[in-house]
């Protein structure tokens, strides 16, 4: 696609239950990042992807959260057993091969009540 | 880990002000990019500057990599550069971008 798409753009859950969020990079990009971003705060990491495997997952908070990327295109990220401080906007970003250059998409804002 | 600090935090200009917005990192870096993100909260590409200057209409931005800096430059400003405007920057060993907290840009007509 022309840009990273994300979706849903909103997605309220009630505490405990379980989330999906999906990510669509642009289109022919290799690498794929999962940030979060609180309120008043800048994006903070959560996952890379290079290809299908994850290279660095060091920004999950804990073994809630977990990101798939099964055919190196479209990306989930799952949140098991919500929690509200799992509010926030997640965002998603992709840059090419031999690019550091990254291109976000519009976020997913996740409300937990 | 790396740390960047953006300043200043908040900034108020009347229309047609310019601006300075400035980014320090503690640590070489290979990438650096400056967003503006907009109401809606999409993150905005403005610059891809690891090094060097680049202009792209009344916006312009210079990165000091020796002196681990950078500052982006608004000109004229106009209603619609109001937002948050982020720098992020990644360490050459590392693999992903790290944000500074942003400035905050309030631009009144």
């Known amino acids: 696609g022309a840009g990273v798409s994300q979706t849903p753009s909103n997605k309220v859950t009630e505490k405990g239950k379980y989330v999906e969020l999906r990510c669509d990079p642009i289109?022919?990009?290799?690498?794929l990042y999962w940030y979060r971003q609180s309120l008043g705060q800048g994006p903070e990491f959560l996952i890379y992807?290079?290809?299908?495997?994850?290279?660095?997952d060091s920004g999950l908070p804990n073994d809630r959260f977990f990101a798939v990327r099964p055919e190196g295109s479209v990306s989930t990220l799952k949140i098991q057993r919500t929690e509200r401080g799992d509010s926030a906007v997640y965002l998603c970003a992709s840059s090419s091969t031999g690019s550091t250059e990254a291109f976000f998409g519009q976020g997913t804002r996740l409300t937990v009540v | 880990g790396i740390q960047v600090e953006q300043s200043p935090p908040d900034l108020i200009l009347q229309e047609g002000a310019n601006s300075t917005l400035r980014c320090n990192f503690s640590d070489s870096v290979n990438n650096l990019q400056w967003f503006h993100q907009n109401p809606w909260g999409q993150l905005i590409n403005l610059f891809y500057i690891p090094s060097g200057t680049k202009q792209n209409g009344r916006l312009s931005a210079t990165t000091v990599a020796t002196e681990r800096y950078s500052l982006l430059y608004i000109s004229s400003s106009q209603t619609t550069d109001s937002g948050v405007y982020f720098c992020?920057?990644?360490?050459?060993?590392?693999?992903?971008?790290?944000f500074g907290k942003g400035t905050t840009l309030s631009v009144s007509s």
């Open positions: 992807f290079q290809g299908t495997g994850a290279a660095d």
């Open positions: 992020a920057v990644e360490h050459p060993a590392g693999t992903a971008l790290i």
């Open positions: 289109s022919g990009h290799t690498a």
